[in-house]
T-cell receptor
Framework: GENVEQHPSTLSVQEGDSAVIKCTYS??????FPWYKQELGKGPQLIID???NVGEKKDQRIAVTLNKTAKHFSLHITETQPEDSAVYFC??????????WGAGTKLIIKP | DAGVIQSPRHEVTEMGQEVTLRCKPI?????LFWYRQTMMRGLELLIY????????DSGMPEDRFSAKMPNASFSTLKIQPSEPRDSAVYFC?????????????FGEGSRLTVL
């Protein structure tokens, strides 16, 4: 069935370094790929999204890349800061116009 | 704007009891979603409403779960009877656009513990 695989499940980086989280999807009809950030005790919040007609999108320190041929997309965070510590979820749209979610990546920023 | 408002934030109940979770979406948002989050299964879509009409309830686990949206500003998710395996964080989210595109605005969740 449709699924989105997300790696790694936990990522620990030094403050100031870059972090990369990767997702692969199975539904070739997927055309919308959002990334959400969930802080402890809160609901997920959209941080960036990309559509299938674009290969890369950037917003300040965060960027997302998409490779439709390989069916994978990645989140890049540069110059990480303590407030980047959270759980990050990727998602991909399916042919039923719903989102299929990855399992999440816990990002830990070490001071 | 106040954001999506959910109540209660925490609920502890005993197996067999009825549980009602409530949600007030952001004004003007036409789409409303109920999600369940657990460590084992991650984020699961339970049901999706558009303009107060249930469009996709294929994620509702079983007949013990029901959801209603009597008007554009209120929705409920009911579990009757509740079971320990229903313990999870339940999120309500709303969106101005129909899925899949359109930002989802999540509430802070209702943490349910069934003993």
């Amino acid at each position: 069935g449709e699924n989105v695989e997300q790696h790694p499940s936990t990522l620990s980086v030094q403050e100031g370094d870059s972090a990369v989280i990767k997702c692969t999807y199975s539904d070739s009809a997927s055309n919308y790929f959002p990334w959400y950030k969930q802080e402890l005790g809160k609901g997920p919040q959209l941080i960036i999204d990309i559509r299938s007609n674009v290969g890369e999108k950037k917003d300040q320190r965060i960027a997302v890349t998409l490779n439709k041929t390989a069916k994978h997309f990645s989140l890049h965070i540069t110059e990480t800061q303590p407030e980047d510590s959270a759980v990050y979820f990727c998602a991909a749209s399916n042919s039923n116009y719903q989102l299929i979610w990855g399992a999440g990546t816990k990002l830990i920023i070490k001071p | 704007d106040a954001g999506v408002i959910q109540s209660p934030r925490h609920e502890v109940t005993e197996m067999g009891q009825e549980v009602t979770l409530r949600c007030k979406p952001i004004s003007g948002h036409n789409s409303l979603f109920w999600y369940r989050q657990t460590m084992m299964r991650g984020l699961e879509l339970l049901i999706y409403f558009n303009n107060n009409v249930p469009i996709d309830d294929s994620g509702m686990p079983e007949d013990r779960f029901s959801a209603k949206m009597p008007n554009a500003s209120f929705s409920t998710l009911k579990i009757q009877p509740s079971e320990p395996r229903d313990s999870a964080v339940y999120f309500c989210a709303s969106s101005r656009l129909e899925p899949p595109t359109g930002e989802l605005f999540f509430g802070e969740g209702s943490r349910l513990t069934v003993l």
